[in-house]
């Protein structure tokens, strides 16, 4: 019901850094949270980071705290993930997704974005 645009993917090089961009089509303020994840060739999806408006919590996988930063701007409908200190094991396709009722049932999702992590 919610469409998603993710943009911002690119390649970088080990260390270097990347901002993602996820717009929706309706108010953010109407989802309770939102998420992003990413799939690595020949791997299954996993959950990077989500944050829930209601609580203002963020949460994020072992594998990237400390480097990246989930944020939202209701003004701009939009997410985003600040990616620092970026290894070559975070390559892969990023998605944003909705849990518009923040039980973690992801119900929206973009088309992805690629980011390449690669000297």
């Known amino acids: 019901q919610v469409q998603l645009v993710e943009s911002g993917g690119g390649l970088v090089q080990p260390g270097g850094s990347l901002r993602l961009s996820c717009v929706a089509s309706?108010?953010?303020?109407?989802?309770?949270?939102m998420g992003w994840f990413r799939q690595a060739p020949g791997k299954e999806r996993e959950f990077v980071a989500s944050?829930?408006?209601?609580?203002?919590?963020?949460y994020y996988a072992d594998s990237v705290k400390g480097r990246f930063t989930i944020s939202r701007d209701n003004a701009k409908n939009s997410v985003y993930l600040q990616m620092d200190s970026l290894k070559p094991e975070d390559t892969g396709v990023y998605y944003c997704a909705t849990d518009p009722w923040g039980d973690s049932r992801f119900e929206d999702w973009g088309q992805g974005t690629q980011v390449t992590v690669s000297s």
């Open positions: 309706t108010s953010i303020s109407d989802i309770a949270s």
């Open positions: 944050i829930s408006w209601r609580s203002q919590s963020k």
